[in-house]
């Protein structure tokens, strides 16, 4: 899990292009490609390689996942390098539209990814039902092994396309929880939220049902006049209870297990990455920054300003450089963000104030995933007489 220095020290380099386009020359479009280039993708990229370009297709009732026409711009640098790239995500625990692969294609087609858009064909990495997937080997404090879609494992190099957003688990989602929770499988899933046994807030509870909807382990019923119940002997830990309530009436019990959660998401990030740290690229798009995860069938208004785009050979420095882009903006008022409005103030912190997205990057950094320490390069547009 460890990486050579040398790798580190060139990953460290983060990219940025900044959301504004002033002419079809610096257009969002073109900015990825030119992001493309800068960061050296090619390299990661050999004659014929199978590339897995792992994204999200959003959740059914969700519009903040990221726009095809941006992902398509990926797959044609992929080809121009002479890889062949395919759209990849793994199954979903919870009982939304994509816990198999049938829903989960049809998801991603609804929203947009087809072959005719996106350029690429698409494969669910962890099968039919979330049983295929490769035991990756790890040294980690909570796993020995992790559960990885098997797309992933058996691809030569990995893309990762991740949009940028609030989480209620793990403060922000961005490219460690897209490679750890976003490339394990159904079970492995399971196994990194085992933790989380969530609390029920009677006076809180409209006893509207979705958590029992969305409940994967049917632990939940509804007590009429008293509110949901969940059972903990079949409570699976998966948090996805937490994600549906839109009333706050389901909870954490919040003691150690967010520290818990993100360590293992960040295990399971080492095993997805394992054998690919030198043919692996992370692109964040710091934009229509939701306040919580694109697994919710809704999107909620931006908390912040769009940022742009951010790429490195790190997943690490790129995350922490998107949490501090995100941080310096002057949050959005009227959105979810009820405090630290302010450059400089923690939007993340204030949005799920129980979690700490520093303890995702703590842990990945003293893993060896990668390093917090970075160089930002903002990329420039050139036009005759300007510069941009």
């Not at 494969?123 to 404090?141: F, M, N, Q, T």
């Not at 912040?304 to 949490?323: C, E, K, T, Y």
């Amino acid at each position: 899990m460890q990486r050579g220095k040398e790798w580190i020290d060139i990953s460290a380099k983060v990219y940025l292009a900044e959301r504004r386009s002033f002419s079809a020359r610096d257009n969002l479009v073109q900015k990825v490609g030119k992001l493309f280039d800068e960061v050296g993708a090619a390299a990661a990229i050999e004659k014929n390689a199978l590339v897995a370009v792992k994204t999200h297709f959003g959740e059914r009732g969700g519009t903040a996942y990221l726009h095809p026409v941006l992902v398509r711009q990926v797959v044609e640098k992929i080809k121009e390098a002479g890889g062949k790239p395919f759209l990849c995500d793994t199954n979903t625990l919870y009982a939304g539209g994509r816990s198999n692969a049938v829903d989960h294609l049809e998801t991603a087609l609804r929203h947009g990814f087809s072959y005719a858009t996106a350029g690429a064909p698409l494969v669910i990495a962890d099968g039919l039902r979330g049983r295929s997937y490769h035991e990756v080997p790890i040294k980690g404090k909570h796993f020995q092994s992790a559960r990885i879609g098997s797309a992933v494992v058996e691809a030569d190099a990995l893309i990762v396309l991740s949009h940028v957003k609030g989480h209620m688990l793990t403060g922000f989602g961005g490219a460690l929880k897209n490679l750890g929770m976003g490339c394990g499988n159904r079970a492995g899933k399971q196994s990194m939220h085992s933790v989380l046994k969530p609390a029920i807030k009677e006076d809180r509870c409209r006893l509207c049902g979705t958590c029992v909807q969305w409940c994967p382990a049917g632990a939940l019923t509804l007590r009429k006049g008293k509110g949901a119940e969940i059972n903990l002997q079949k409570c699976s830990g998966c948090g996805e209870c937490i994600i549906s309530c839109t009333y706050g009436a389901v909870q954490v019990r919040w003691q150690s297990e967010m520290k818990d959660v993100v360590e293992r998401i960040v295990e399971y990030a080492a095993g997805a990455l394992q054998g690919k740290e030198e043919k692996a690229v992370f692109f964040n798009f710091i934009l229509d920054l939701a306040p919580d995860c694109d697994c919710c069938s809704w999107s909620d208004s931006p908390v912040v300003p769009d940022v742009g785009i951010a790429v490195s050979r790190d997943p690490v420095a790129v995350d922490q450089a998107s949490a501090d882009l995100v941080n310096g903006q002057a949050g959005i008022r009227g959105s979810a963000l009820q405090s630290n409005f302010e450059p400089g103030e923690d939007k993340f912190g204030a949005l799920h104030p129980a979690t700490d997205y520093r303890a995702k990057l703590a842990y990945a950094a003293a893993i060896g995933l990668g390093t917090r320490d970075y160089e930002l390069i903002k990329i420039t547009f050139k036009e005759p007489g300007k510069e941009r």
